[in-house]
């Protein structure tokens, strides 16, 4: 018998005790494929990805009106004085980051971005505690950005995903033809740890708790959040609203 009962006690033994944890686990982990996002909420849950209104406005403002902390240095894709503004917080080691670039935001380029309509400023979200290679592929990034190449290396990153050790960051880099020297010089000496450390503290200031993350900004600063790997038509509801 697996289990045996005395005095009011169960008792089960070692490899019962394996097999439930074993399906309890495989269980979460089919629940978090279809969740849409990746990440840890403020209570410890893992979060879903879905479309809402932010309740509560960090930084101070009204709800509706996030303040997203945008400096000149972050890549921009699209026309930059396009009316509808769509920031992306990402990690690339993230697979609904992955899964979010190939769907939606591909959509996105091919449609709202290639028509003028919308611009995609991307900033790093890297969850470091459970992916251990997003903060050099983030900081690899900015180096690629330093020589005009960030989307195409982004792009790259994202093909990538289960090879993201420093020696692979540096053999994309000479993949698409960036000077490796330079790159190089810019990823050991962790140049730009600050500029992704800065866009993570703004991810979390703007209300993200995993990955990815996007905050769609009208022209009259009224903003609406995206969560999670969610379908194109999430994004295109999300751009009407703030339109």
Known sequence: MEETQ???TVTLKKSTLWKISTFVFAGLFIISLFT??????RNGNDITGQVVNQPTAPSGGAAGNIKVTIDKEDPVLGDSKAPITI???SDFQCPFCGRAATGAIAELKNNE??????KLIYKDFPLNSIHPFAQKAAEA???ANEQGKFWEYHDTLFENQQALAITDLKKYAEDISLET???????DS????KEV???LSAATSAGGQGTPYFVVIGKNGKTQVVSGAQPYANFQSAIATVA
Do not use: H, Q
């Not at 849409?36 to 909420?41: A, D, K, M, Q, V």
């Open 197 to 199: 450390n800065a866009d």
């Open 181 to 187: 020297e330079k790159f190089n010089g810019c990823l």
């Open 113 to 118: 971005i290639k028509d003028g309509k919308v």
């Open 6 to 8: 005395d005095k009011g």
């Open 36 to 41: 849409g996002g990746f990440g840890l909420s």
């Open 190 to 193: 962790g140049k730009y740890t």
């Open 141 to 143: 990034a900015e180096c």
């Open 87 to 89: 920031v992306e917080f």
